[in-house]
C-alpha cells in the first residue's frame, strides 16, 4: 500500500500516524515544507521517501510530488494530511490521481463551508442554530431582529476560532461591517452551552472504531483576544446521547474511513426550538483529528493507542486493538508568562508527579490559543479535573 502523507511534520505529533503506518507495512511518502534534515529521528525512520515542497500551497508543486510518487512506487492508495488547512487539496489531488479512499474535490464544500452544513444535520435531525450568510449591513440587522443579541460571526470557511466575533449590540455589528475582510461571513444566534466534541475513527462502512469526548472552552476566541489560559479535558467515556448525535451525523455527511472530530453545543440554558438543558446541539463538523495533542488525551483517556486504531482502519477496515477497560479522564491546563501564579513549576510536578503524562513549552504558532506552558494529567473523575485546573491556574493576587 502506498500511502502518501502531506505535511508529516507538522503538528509534531503527527509522526505517530506516520509510525503506525509504516508499522504495519505500509509505504509511507511524505511531501512537506521542511527540509528533510530537520525531521525528527522519529518521522525519518517512518518514512519510505520524503519530497521537500518549499510551499505546500503551490498546487502545481504539490501534483508534481505526488506524480513523482507514482511514477516510482506505482498506484497511490492513500493522500491524506489529517490537517484541516489541506483538507481542499487534499480532496483535489485525490480526484485527479483516482485515489477513492478519501473525500473527492466535487464535495468538499459540504464539510468547508459552514453555511453547507446546516442541510446535512437537518437530514441527521440534529438541531441547529439558526444561520444566515450576510453580505450587507441591513441584511445582518433584519437576521438579529429574529434572533436577537448576541450573534456569532465567523468566516464560512475557517479554521478554529481565527476572525470569529460576538456581537453584542448595534456599536459592535456597526464596527464588525466597517473592518471585515472581503471574505463570505455567516452570522448564527448566540447558543449557551458547553462544547463538547464527538472525536471518533470511522471505517469504510461509517461506522466507529473508536469514540471519545473532549469538552472545550465556550469561547476560544475569548482565551487568544483577552489572553485567558486555556483548559479543556478528554472525558472517560463519551456519553449515549452523544454518540446518537455523532452517529446520525456521521451517517448524514457520509463520512468513511476518516478520523473525525465534530463539535456540539451541550445546552446550559433551555432554548426555544433547540432543546432543553443537557441537549446536544450541532455546531460544525471536522474532517481530521480534533487540534493539539487531543488525539493523544484520547490515548491517555482511553488507555489506548488512536495512531494504532487510525492505521489499522487504513490498513485493515477494522479495530485490532480491544477496549482496555482502563478509563479516566485527561485533563489540559496551560499558563501564559505574562501572569504570575500562586504555584510554581516545581510545586505542580511535585504535587501531581506521575499523574502528568505531558509537560513541555509550546511552540510559538500555538501560544495564542494553547499558552505557553502546558501540563497534561491522567486523573480519575471530574472533581480531579476541576482541582488541577485550579492548582495550575490560580493566580498571584499581586498581578504580573
Keep these: ?57 503551490s498546487y502545481d508543486d504539490m501534483y508534481r510530488a505526488v506524480a513523482f510518487f507514482s511514477f516510482k512506487y506505482g498506484k497511490i492508495d492513500w493522500i491524506e494530511s489529517n490537517n484541516e488547512f489541506w483538507l481542499e487539496q487534499d480532496a483535489r489531488l485525490r480526484t485527479d490521481f483516482h485515489v477513492t479512499t478519501g473525500e473527492q474535490y466535487e464535495n468538499i464544500g459540504r464539510i468547508k463551508n459552514k453555511s453547507a452544513m446546516k442541510e446535512y444535520y437537518a437530514k ?10 450576510i453580505t450587507d449591513y441591513e441584511t445582518a440587522r433584519r437576521f438579529i431582529e429574529e434572533v436577537g443579541y448576541p450573534v456569532i460571526v465567523k468566516p464560512d470557511v475557517g479554521v478554529g476560532a481565527s476572525d470569529t466575533y460576538k456581537l453584542e449590540d448595534e ?13 463570505p461571513y455567516v452570522m448564527e444566534e448566540f447558543v ?46 463519551a456519553p449515549v446521547e452523544l454518540k446518537g448525535v455523532g452517529r446520525a451525523t456521521v451517517k448524514a455527511f457520509g463520512v468513511k474511513s476518516r478520523f473525525v472530530h465534530l463539535e456540539f453545543f451541550r445546552l446550559t440554558k433551555a432554548k426555544q426550538g433547540l432543546g432543553e438543558v443537557g441537549d446536544f446541539v450541532g455546531l460544525e463538523v471536522n474532517m481530521r483529528p480534533a487540534g493539539g495533542y487531543t488525539p493523544d488525551m484520547i490515548d491517555f483517556a482511553h488507555s489506548t493507542d488512536v495512531y494504532q486504531i487510525w492505521a489499522d482502519m487504513v490498513t485493515d477496515n477494522k479495530r485490532k486493538l480491544p477496549d482496555s477497560g482502563e478509563h479516566s479522564y485527561a485533563v489540559y491546563a496551560s499558563r501564559r508568562d505574562c501572569h504570575r501564579y500562586v ?28 499558552g505557553n506552558q502546558m501540563y497534561t494529567a491522567k486523573v480519575p473523575n471530574q472533581r480531579a479535573v476541576e482541582e488541577f485546573i485550579h492548582f495550575v491556574q490560580e493566580k498571584s493576587k499581586y498581578g504580573a
Aim: hydrophobic fraction near 40%.
Design 343 to 370: 504555584h510554581s513549576h516545581e510545586e505542580i510536578l511535585a504535587r501531581y508527579g506521575e499523574s502528568i503524562v505531558m509537560c513541555e513549552r509550546m511552540p510559538d504558532m500555538m501560544v495564542p490559543q494553547m
Design 171 to 183: 456599536e459592535g455589528l456597526r464596527d464588525f461591517f466597517a473592518k471585515k475582510l472581503a471574505v
Design 124 to 133: 441527521a435531525g440534529v438541531p441547529t442554530a439558526r444561520l444566515l450568510k
Design 1 to 57: 500500500m502506498n500511502f502518501v502523507f502531506i505535511s508529516p511534520h507538522f503538528p509534531k505529533h503527527y509522526w505517530n500516524f506516520c509510525d503506525r503506518l509504516h508499522k504495519s507495512g505500509v509505504n509511507v511518502l511524505g511531501i512537506g515544507d521542511a527540509p528533510y534534515d530537520d525531521l525528527s529521528d522519529e518521522l525519518k525512520d517512518s518514512l519510505t521517501e520524503y519530497y521537500f515542497v518549499p510551499n505546500l500551497g
Design 192 to 237: 449557551t452551552g458547553d462544547i463538547c466534541s464527538y472525536d471518533a475513527i470511522i471505517d469504510a462502512d461509517s461506522k466507529p472504531l473508536l469514540e471519545s469526548m473532549t469538552v472545550w472552552p465556550p469561547s476560544v476566541m475569548d482565551i487568544v483576544l483577552q489572553e485567558l489560559d486555556l483548559s479543556y479535558y478528554t472525558a472517560a467515556h
